[in-house]
């Protein structure tokens, strides 16, 4: 079974940058969307951002201007670059592939920022 491998992820400062990466194991046809999310502790799993097979994104508006979101189509690998991160953005992020027929999340990867 294809899993979703998350990585990048670690403690930063405020105004710092970090960069994640998720790739499958194996090879994934159909992929509709590939997307990042977060949840901090004690709240809701939330959308950071999402790339589709046209490259159109779409970010929360909590994150614009500081994260970008790409991915690589032979790798089948999403990424996302954090900059200029604040404590707030501190959480676990996950991956998520939209496929035609289901959905692929990574394990999760923390992300903490101090102030």
């Known amino acids: 079974q294809v899993q979703l491998v998350e990585s990048g992820g670690g403690l930063v400062q405020a105004g710092g940058s970090l960069r994640l990466s998720c790739t499958a194991s194996?090879?994934?046809?159909?992929?509709?969307?590939m997307g990042w999310y977060r949840q901090a502790p004690g709240k809701q799993r939330e959308l950071v951002a999402t790339?589709?097979?046209?490259?159109?994104?779409n970010y929360a508006d909590s994150v614009k201007g500081r994260f970008t979101i790409s991915r690589d189509t032979v790798k089948n690998a999403v990424y996302l670059q954090m900059n200029r991160l604040v404590p707030e953005d501190t959480a676990v992020y996950y991956c998520?592939?939209?496929?035609?027929?289901?959905?692929?999340w990574g394990q999760g990867t923390q992300v903490t920022v101090s102030s």
């Open positions: 998520r592939f939209n496929l035609r027929l289901t959905v692929l």
């Open positions: 194996g090879s994934i046809n159909n992929i509709n969307s």
């Open positions: 790339i589709t097979t046209f490259d159109y994104t």
